[in-house]
C-alpha cells in the first residue's frame, strides 16, 4: 500500500457523521450537475461522463456534465461556489488543481470545497528519448548531480505538476535540471520524441504509446509501487528515490457546508458506480485505476498531503505565476 493510499485507507476513520435520517440526504429531486473545470474531450472529462451515466441509473435523475474551462481552473471553481450547497452541483477536481493553487493563488480547494471521494489514479512514466545515453534513472541522476543545468525536460507550463515535481526531485537529490514549459503534453511528447528533450515526466497514458513503439524508453514509474499495466518496469522508490509520487488522480467535490449526509450518501454513490465492471473496462482503456476514498475526511487529507509538499517546493524555489 502506498503512502497515498494509506492516506486514504486511515485518515479519519473514526470521524463520527451526524445522525440524521437517510431519506434526508438522498432526496435528489432534481437534476445533478457535474462541473468538469477543463475542455471536453480530454481524459478527466470522459472519465466524469462515465460516472454521471452510471450515477443517472443510480439516482433516477439526469447528472448533467457540464463544461467550465478556463483561467486555469479558476473559471469553475467560481461556479461551483456560487451553487447551493445542497449536494445538487459537484465539481471534478484533479491534482492539477492543487499545483494551480500553491502557484497562483486564485483560490483554497479545502475553503471551497466539501471533498467527497477519489474516482481513479493515473501514474505516471519517467520518460526519454529512444535515443537516450541513460538506460535507468540512476545513471541519470549520476549525470545530473555532476553536470548541474545540462538536462532539460518538458511541461505542460511553469508551476504545473510537473514543474513542481522535478523541482522538487532536484533539490531531494542535489541536481539541477533546466525546465522548458510547453503549451501541452502532446508538445513536449513530440520535442522527447526528436531528442530535444532530455526527459519529460507524464501521465502513462500519454507516453505509454510510444513507449510501445520504441519512440521513447521508460525509465520508471513514478509511485511507489509498480503500475498493473507495465509491472516489468520498476517504480522509483525500487531505484532508491525517496520523494512523493507523482500521481495523476481525480476525485468528486461539493460546495464547502454541503451537509455531512448529503456528503456521505453521494460518496457511497460514486463508490458503488465505480464497482461496475464497465467503469474498470473504460478505467483500464485509459491506464488509469479505480481508486475510492474510506470517508470523505480521508480525501481532504490526501489533498492536505499534495498542498503540504506543493508549496514547499513552490516556496523555496521562488515558482510563482502571476
Not at 466539501?114 to 535515443?131: C, G, H
Request: hydrophobic fraction near 45%; charge should be positive; glycine fraction near 8%.
Amino acid at each position: 500500500m502506498t503512502r497515498r493510499r494509506s492516506l486514504i485507507a486511515t485518515a479519519l476513520a473514526f470521524q463520527a457523521i451526524p445522525r440524521m435520517a437517510w431519506s434526508q440526504s438522498s432526496a435528489f429531486n432534481r437534476p445533478l450537475k457535474i462541473i468538469v473545470p477543463l475542455q471536453a474531450g480530454g481524459s478527466a472529462d470522459v472519465g466524469t461522463r462515465q460516472i454521471a451515466h452510471s450515477l443517472t441509473s443510480r439516482l433516477k435523475q439526469p447528472v448533467i456534465v457540464e463544461n467550465k474551462p478556463g483561467g486555469s481552473f479558476v473559471i469553475g471553481m467560481q461556479a461551483l461556489t456560487r451553487a447551493p450547497a445542497d449536494g445538487q452541483t459537484l465539481i471534478s477536481i484533479n491534482t492539477g488543481m492543487v499545483a494551480a493553487q500553491v502557484t497562483m493563488k486564485r483560490y483554497d480547494m479545502l475553503k471551497s470545497l466539501a471533498p467527497i471521494t477519489l474516482s481513479s489514479n493515473t501514474a505516471t512514466l519517467f520518460v526519454v528519448s529512444a535515443q537516450s545515453r541513460f538506460k535507468t534513472l540512476t545513471e541519470l541522476i549520476a549525470f545530473a548531480k555532476n553536470n548541474p543545468g545540462k538536462l532539460n525536460y518538458g511541461s505542460v507550463g511553469t508551476g504545473g505538476l510537473e514543474h513542481l515535481w522535478v523541482t522538487m526531485l532536484g533539490r531531494a537529490i542535489g541536481a539541477e535540471f533546466t525546465h522548458i514549459p510547453f503549451k501541452g503534453m502532446p508538445d513536449a511528447i513530440t520535442a522527447l520524441v526528436q531528442a530535444e528533450l532530455d526527459f519529460v515526466p507524464c501521465v502513462m497514458s500519454s507516453a505509454l504509446p510510444f513507449v510501445q513503439k520504441g519512440m521513447l524508453r521508460a525509465l520508471c514509474v513514478l509511485s511507489d509501487e509498480r503500475s498493473p499495466f507495465m509491472p516489468e518496469l520498476a517504480s522509483m522508490r525500487e531505484q532508491g528515490v525517496n520523494v512523493p509520487p507523482m500521481e495523476f488522480w481525480s476525485g468528486l467535490a461539493a460546495p464547502k457546508g454541503t451537509p455531512l449526509p448529503v456528503i456521505e450518501k453521494l460518496r457511497q454513490d460514486i463508490v458503488s458506480v465505480m464497482a461496475e465492471p464497465d467503469m474498470k473496462l473504460s478505467m483500464d482503456e485509459r491506464g488509469a485505476t479505480i481508486v475510492t476514498s474510506a470517508n470523505a475526511g480521508a480525501f481532504s487529507t490526501l489533498i492536505k498531503a499534495e498542498q503540504s509538499w506543493m508549496s514547499k517546493v513552490a516556496q523555496e524555489a521562488g515558482i510563482r505565476v502571476e
